[in-house]
């Protein structure tokens, strides 16, 4: 739920420096028609995570099989 996106995004953001993460972004609404709702931080071997609410599944599925929304709508 958005709820525990917001958590874990409170939770990360708390203990950044302890985890050794180099960056944690608010979350928002994300890919084409704005219906996510995620965030993504980043860890000190530079490795990018997203945190997130896919509400759609069959949406979801398509994501992962195809890649991101963004990436995808930006090569058009």
Known sequence: ???DVDDAYEMLAARQAELG???VQK???T???GRDYSFY????????WEIGE???EAEFIDLVAHGDWDQ?????
Do not use: I
Not at 41 to 48: Q, R, T
Not at 72 to 76: F, G, N
């Open 1 to 3: 739920t958005r709820r």
């Open 21 to 23: 993460l180099v960056r």
């Open 27 to 29: 979350p928002r609404q």
């Open 31 to 33: 890919h084409v028609g």
């Open 41 to 48: 931080f980043e860890d000190e071997s530079h490795n990018w």
């Open 54 to 56: 896919h509400p759609d």
């Open 72 to 76: 995808r709508e930006e090569s058009k």
